[in-house]
């Protein structure tokens, strides 16, 4: 039995685990140094609060990396109207989406 060692439990290293445990005979071993996988792109809970980190967006110009990612994780299209709240630097902003819009496309301000 085959078996690899991936170091970081990221996109890049779970993503790898996966393709592995599922297109081959050979066992992945994950190591992670953080308590929560995700790597730079995870959801963390701040007093009470869902916060997405992370240091960029994904992106990718292959349809094939693409649909690969939206077989796990679908856009789930925003409310038409639904009011978004964001607090920074304790200021308050308030925003309404347009009719139609995704997750991290444009707002009304």
Known sequence: MKKALIIGAGPAGLTTAYELLTKTDIIPVIIEADKQVGGISKTIDYKGNKIDIG??????????????????????????????????????????????????????A
């Open 55 to 108: 240091g960029h967006r994904f992106f990718s110009k292959s349809s094939k990396v693409i649909d690969w990612w939206l077989s796990f994780l679908p856009l789930d299209a925003n409310h038409s109207g639904e009011t978004i709240n964001i607090r920074y630097q304790n200021n308050e902003h308030l925003y309404k989406t347009k009719q139609g819009s995704t997750p991290g496309t444009e707002f009304n």
